[in-house]
C-alpha cells in the first residue's frame, strides 16, 4: 500500500514556473514507476510523464522541452518541474505509481494503482 500527497500548485502567470512535489509513504518509490498526470473538468485524466525504476523518462508532446520529472527515492519524493507554463496547463495535477515494466514507464493511467489526492495548477494570461 503506498499513501501520495501532492503539494505546490497554485496560481501563476503564463509563462511562469511552478514545481509540484509527491510525497509517498508506505512503500520505498524505488520500487515504482512514478507517474503525473493532469485533468481537465469533463475531460479525461492525462499522462504527461513518468519515470521508471531505471531513471528513463516518457513526456507528452505537449509538455516536452518546458516539463520535467525527476524522483528522489531516498526521500520518498517525486517532482514535476513545469516551466514556460501556458493556459492550456491549467488543471488538477495527480501522482501515482506502477508496477515497473521491463519497457519502462507508461503515461496510461489504468495502469497506475495508487494515486495522490490531486493539486491545482492553474495559469492565468
Not at 4 to 11: I, K, P, R
Request: net charge neutral; proline share 2%.
Amino acid at each position: 500500500q503506498v499513501q501520495l500527497v501532492e503539494t505546490g500548485g497554485g496560481l501563476v502567470q503564463v509563462g511562469g514556473s511552478l514545481r509540484v512535489s509527491c510525497a509517498g509513504s508506505g512503500s520505498s518509490f524505488s520500487a515504482y514507476d512514478m507517474g503525473w498526470f493532469r485533468q481537465i473538468l469533463g475531460k479525461e485524466r492525462e499522462g504527461i510523464s513518468c519515470i521508471s525504476t531505471d531513471g528513463s523518462t516518457l513526456y507528452h508532446n505537449s509538455v516536452k522541452g518546458r516539463f520535467t520529472i525527476s524522483k528522489d527515492n531516498a526521500n520518498n519524493t517525486a517532482y514535476l518541474q513545469m516551466n514556460s507554463l501556458k493556459p492550456e496547463d491549467t488543471a488538477v495535477y495527480y501522482c501515482a505509481t506502477e508496477a515497473p515494466y521491463a519497457s519502462g514507464c507508461t503515461r496510461a493511467p489504468g495502469l497506475y494503482d495508487y494515486w495522490g489526492q490531486g493539486t491545482q495548477v492553474t495559469v492565468s494570461s
